[in-house]
């Protein structure tokens, strides 16, 4: 992207009117959030792209996006499962299953499907510990008592959604 789209640009429009005129950087998380719904991940072009409509220094985007895990800084699988591996889910079978989705996807943690449909991340806390473990899809689904017969379910409920 060498430049926002218009498309885009009147999305950061919306989100930038939110805040005080003179406080426009507030609207960083979601135009951030934005560009990754619309390309898949954040590119140190688009962060620049996103700091000068802001008005805000490159290395300032780049702190945020860098700072949060639902920022992606390069393309990932069409489907981001972020297991969590603090402590409570640990407790509660957070790494099992986190290795048993690496194991049933044949990716090491953190890596990709060779056909590009799934990104198996643990991440730290989201706050939902009675629940766990929990993982979350793409950064804004939910998903908690994950035994194994129902990460398989789910594996195979994203997989018939392409």
């Known amino acids: ?63 945020v996006t860098t700072f949060y895990n639902m920022y992606n800084q390069e393309p990932l699988g069409r489907f981001k499962l972020n297991v969590c591996t603090n402590l409570p889910c640990q407790l509660r079978d957070g790494q099992e299953a986190l290795n048993h989705l690496c194991g049933s996807l044949g990716v090491e943690e953190g890596g990709t499907t060779a056909d590009g449909l799934f990104t198996v991340q643990k991440s730290e806390c989201l706050g939902a510990c009675a629940d766990a473990p ?23 409920t994203l997989k018939a959604a392409t």
């Open 1 to 63: 992207m060498t430049a926002l789209p218009d498309a885009t640009r009147l999305r950061f429009d919306q989100e930038v009117v939110k805040y005080p005129a003179d406080q426009a950087q507030s609207a960083v998380m979601a135009c951030l959030a934005i560009v990754q719904q619309e390309q898949g991940f954040v590119s140190a072009e688009s962060e620049k792209l996103i700091a000068a409509y802001l008005g805000m220094p490159p290395i300032a985007v780049h702190e």
């Open 134 to 156: 929990v993982l979350l899809v793409n950064d804004r689904q939910m998903v908690s008592f994950m035994s194994h017969a129902r990460l398989d379910e789910l594996v195979a």
